[in-house]
């Protein structure tokens, strides 16, 4: 299984980034989760949405982040708005099935004036 995450770059404080994470399998019936590592941090979900759809987010990003999947085009997406300095980040995305987990490259979000 590979993963293909997108989407970063650099941004003002305040901007917006949408993230994608494209797999190379079917993600119906996987769970899907976002997470981010900053320089000298430990890696954090930052989101998770589940086959069902239910979504989980970390308190940090709640308000500002949305993820969404689309299971016909097998990719999930992460919506950023109102980044803040703190959000700089390599973000990963992750599949899980029952025991199994794949991680994609990661993409870098930095989030600077």
């Known amino acids: 299984v590979q993963l293909q995450a997108s989407g970063g770059g650099l941004v003002q404080p305040g901007g917006s980034l949408r993230l994608s994470c494209a797999a190379s399998i079917s993600i119906i019936g996987i769970d899907m989760g976002w997470y981010r590592q900053a320089p000298g941090g430990q890696r954090e979900l930052v989101a998770s949405i589940i086959r069902g759809g239910s979504t989980n987010y970390a308190d940090s990003v709640k308000g500002r982040f949305t993820i969404s999947r689309d299971n016909a085009k097998n990719t999930a997406y992460l919506q950023m708005n109102s980044l803040k300095p703190e959000d700089t980040a390599v973000y990963y995305c992750?599949?899980?099935?029952?025991?199994?987990?794949?991680w994609g490259q990661g993409t870098l979000v930095t989030v600077s004036s």
């Open positions: 992750n599949a899980k099935l029952d025991s199994w987990s794949w």
